[in-house]
């Protein structure tokens, strides 16, 4: 198994030395470094975690990005180089990415955009399992790089290059006939993957399946109606959580699946069940590598907004991924995602948008619904509302946002709205802000429409927001953290709610330092 990650990444230069300081044989303190009292490494140099009186604990992320992590992104062959035309170039580049969809799975690959300008007034769609968009750099010189130009706004606010399936919007809705099952385990807390079922007959090792915790009154009266302040409380079906898993095992009634939950499911709360879901329309197996895409636009770029509003949409896809690219000027997002498990944004920039600044525009990386176990490596953003966000709600978790940076936000990176789980900032930087609060693990009261508590078992892990604030508070039956983060780290948000779990605020030398890349070698051993 290749891993991304080795021990002395995680451990830093002096890996061997603290080694020796998990395993008891040297004082934390006498290297300046200091673990969290929630997760930590034990005598067998392994992660441990503590449960509140709650039952919440901080959960793994390991699993986030292409293939849980546990593959490299491939480089795969290329089959098809194309070079610019005159005028619109839609069609052009679409015809070679149909052309290597249509060849056999095995034969697919990748479609190289060599150096030059390429206008694109429609929308590019890499929409076939196997292939993937190429081009020959990043930079701004035509000569040497490949500059995807999105002009005009027709359709209005489109996506210039869409990665995955181009089917309606399903939900992961798609159920196989007689897979039905209730979960019967009176707890599955926060952090499990194994849970008792009614009925483990028509599973099998392997199956993706779909676990729903359904949005009941009993559940929503233990989160507050989500705690929208002055908006009408949330309501029955509006927010289910939703989760997509593998079975790794089962064992008579027992299940075990390949990702944690990131939330307390409880019948006293809610009857959960899962299905095997038909993966209808779903696309693998595809990328978006080595390019960049400015879109254009007239005006105040503060102003004008009739132009392109999403760079890549990625939508309906499993083990995809987005690297080595720029996008400038959209109004929306450089990159986005739905309907999307298992991605990797890796060393990509979402840089100056176009638009009013207001809501629902400006979230530069952003999750939208149904998006899970997502990885973002050493992004940056500028100008952003929302750099690096979930807005997702309850059917998003398993996002990491792994040493992003953002310059000159207007608004804080964040869970936006309605229950999303399992988000962690690890290593954040942001720097130059405009306003005071960076980075909301938080509640969102009436903000949008009733947003309430936008997020749940969220961490921010060594992050660092300068003279700016970082806010974290508890929801009811849930707990976010703040560990070992610097700046001003504070339970006291926009609305007022309990504080979040914060420790080792402004004090140098956590140990480890990123949590997902230590999860992630911990997982290995």
């Not at 005159?86 to 034969?107: K, M, S, Y």
């Not at 210039?160 to 599955?188: F, K, N, Q, Y």
Request: aromatic share 8%.
């Amino acid at each position: 198994m290749t891993r991304q990650f080795s021990r002395r990444s995680v451990l830093g230069a002096g890996g061997a030395i603290v080694g020796g300081v998990a395993l008891g044989t040297r004082s934390a303190e006498a290297t300046g470094l200091w673990q969290s009292d929630l997760v930590r490494y034990d005598a067998r140099y392994r992660l441990v975690y503590r449960e509140d009186g709650e039952g919440n604990r901080i959960p793994d992320f390991s699993h986030a990005g292409y293939h849980h992590g546990d593959r490299p992104i491939p480089h795969v062959r290329t089959v098809k180089t194309v070079r610019p035309v005159e005028g619109d170039n839609t069609a052009h580049l679409q015809a070679a990415l149909d052309e290597v969809g249509a060849l056999p799975l095995a034969r697919r690959g990748a479609v190289l955009l060599a150096p030059g300008n390429y206008p694109v007034a429609g929308t590019l769609r890499v929409n076939r399992s196997g292939v993937v968009l190429r081009g020959s750099g990043d930079g701004a010189d035509p000569r040497r790089d490949t500059i995807i130009q999105a002009t005009g706004n027709t359709p209005v606010a489109r996506d210039v290059v869409v990665l995955g399936g181009g089917g309606p919007a399903g939900g992961w809705r798609g159920e196989v006939p007689g897979t039905r099952t209730d979960i019967t385990s009176d707890w599955v807390k926060v952090g499990a993957r194994s849970f008792e079922v009614a009925d483990a007959s028509g599973l099998r090792r392997g199956d993706n399946i779909v676990m729903i915790h359904p949005c009941t009154e009993a559940w929503l009266a233990a989160v507050d109606h989500g705690g929208t302040a002055t908006d009408a409380g949330w309501t029955v079906d509006s927010q289910p959580i939703t989760y997509n898993r593998r079975i790794t095992g089962i064992r008579g009634t027992t299940v075990t699946v390949d990702v944690p939950v990131f939330e307390h499911l409880r019948r006293d709360r809610a009857q959960s069940y899962l299905y095997v879901w038909d993966r209808a329309g779903l696309v693998t197996e595809v990328g978006v590598e080595k390019l960049r895409i400015d879109i254009q636009f007239a005006g105040d770029p503060d102003v004008d907004e009739a132009h392109a509003w999403v760079a890549v949409k990625v939508r309906q896809v499993e083990d995809a991924w987005v690297r080595d690219s720029t996008f400038l000027h959209f109004a929306k997002a450089g990159v986005e995602t739905t309907e999307a498990t298992r991605v990797t944004v890796r060393d990509c920039s979402a840089l100056d948008p176009a638009s009013v600044v207001t809501g629902g525009l400006r979230y530069n990386f952003n999750c939208e619904a149904f998006s899970q176990q997502v990885l973002f490596v050493d992004c940056h953003a500028t100008k952003a509302r929302h750099a690096f966000i979930s807005n997702g709600a309850s059917s998003a978790s398993g996002i990491v946002f792994l040493r992003g940076t953002s310059v000159g936000a207007l608004a804080s990176s964040e869970g936006h709205r309605r229950w999303s789980q399992g988000l962690l900032w690890d290593n954040f930087v942001d720097r130059e802000p405009k306003v005071d609060l960076v980075l909301g693990i938080y509640n969102r009261g009436d903000y949008g429409t009733g947003h309430g508590w936008a997020t749940s078992h969220s961490v921010g892990w060594n992050c660092d927001t300068g003279a700016a604030q970082l806010v974290v508070q508890k929801p009811p039956t849930a707990q976010n953290y703040a560990i070992g983060c610097r700046g001003v780290i504070t339970g006291d948000g926009p609305f007022e709610q309990p504080a979040g779990y914060i420790e080792g605020a402004n004090r140098p030398g956590l140990f480890p330092r990123s949590l997902y890349q230590a999860q992630y070698l911990d997982r290995q051993r």
